[in-house]
């Protein structure tokens, strides 16, 4: 059984990675310019937001010396892999449930 993959959910999963990242990196340089210890938890939210793409480099996709268009295409590609991951997820769990409620 095949089923076609919808758009829409994968938007909704990519502009909702976007909006919470945009805003940590945000809360970041705030924090950063004022000085606060609460960069170290910033910080690390911002390590495992910039998985799969820091695999690669370190750096990637925030902190790299590049333009910034180069940085958003860096960061625009880390979020496709992150929501197309996030999306497979919440398609597996659905799939799960279903076959679970079959069963019962």
Same mark, same amino acid.
Do not use: C
């Given at each position: 059984m &095949?089923? &076609?993959?919808?758009? #829409?959910? $994968?938007?909704i999963?990519f502009?909702t *990675?976007?909006?919470? @990242?945009f805003?940590?990196? $945000? !809360?970041?340089? @705030?924090l950063?310019?004022?000085? =606060?210890?609460l960069?170290?938890?910033?910080?690390?939210?911002?390590?495992i937001f =910039?998985?799969p793409?820091?695999?690669?480099h #370190?750096?990637?996709? $925030?902190?790299?010396?590049?333009?910034?268009?180069?940085r958003?295409?860096?960061?625009?590609v880390?979020? $496709?892999?992150q =929501?197309?991951?996030v999306y *497979?997820?919440i !398609?597996g769990?659905?799939?799960l #449930? #279903?076959?679970?409620k079959?069963l019962a």
């Amino acid at each position: 059984m &095949k089923k &076609k993959l919808k758009l #829409r959910p $994968f938007l909704i999963v990519f502009f909702t *990675l976007m909006v919470i @990242q945009f805003l940590i990196v $945000f !809360l970041d340089v @705030q924090l950063t310019k004022s000085k =606060s210890d609460l960069t170290s938890v910033t910080n690390v939210v911002i390590a495992i937001f =910039s998985l799969p793409i820091s695999g690669i480099h #370190r750096n990637l996709p $925030f902190y790299v010396n590049e333009s910034l268009y180069i940085r958003a295409i860096f960061w625009i590609v880390n979020l $496709f892999i992150q =929501s197309a991951l996030v999306y *497979l997820v919440i !398609l597996g769990f659905k799939r799960l #449930r #279903r076959k679970l409620k079959k069963l019962a």
